[in-house]
Every structure is written in structure tokens, then in C-alpha cells.
């Protein structure tokens, strides 16, 4: 199911797995929280033994106005 990044990180945080699946690397859901905020869109899959999530719209950084 698609979920926009809010609506991604409060399903992420209610879920009771462990560990989690983000584009096919295991991690803990507070890693997966924080790879959310790299996308606008996420598509996530809850199956019994795993939480599946994969970005569909990354946020694009336009390099120009970022602090150096």
C-alpha cells in the first residue's frame, strides 16, 4: 500500500516486527524511519513475518541552495 512519508512513519512506528526490509537491506524501525524522510511516496507490504518498504518518489535536493 502507498503512504506518503507522515502516514509511512506512523505505520512504521505501530508496527510490532523487529526488523524490517527497506529496499531489500535488514534494519531496525528506527533506521526505516529515517530512510522514509528520503522519499515523498513509500510503498510498504505487511506480510506475518516481515515489513517490506520501498521508496517510490524520492525527494529531489537541488544542490545549489544547501550550505556548504
Do not use: W
Not at 2 to 20: D, L, V, W, Y
Not at 31 to 58: F, Q, R, W
Amino acid at each position: 500500500m502507498e503512504f506518503s512519508t507522515p502516514k509511512a512513519i506512523h505505520q512504521i512506528k505501530s508496527s510490532h516486527h523487529k526488523t524490517m526490509l527497506v529496499d531489500g537491506q535488514k534494519c531496525c524501525p528506527l533506521i526505516a524511519m529515517t530512510i522514509a524522510l528520503n522519499y515523498h511516496k513509500l510503498d510498504i507490504t505487511e506480510t506475518a513475518s516481515c515489513m517490506t518498504i520501498k521508496g517510490v518518489v524520492p525527494v529531489v535536493r537541488n544542490e545549489k541552495y544547501q550550505l556548504k
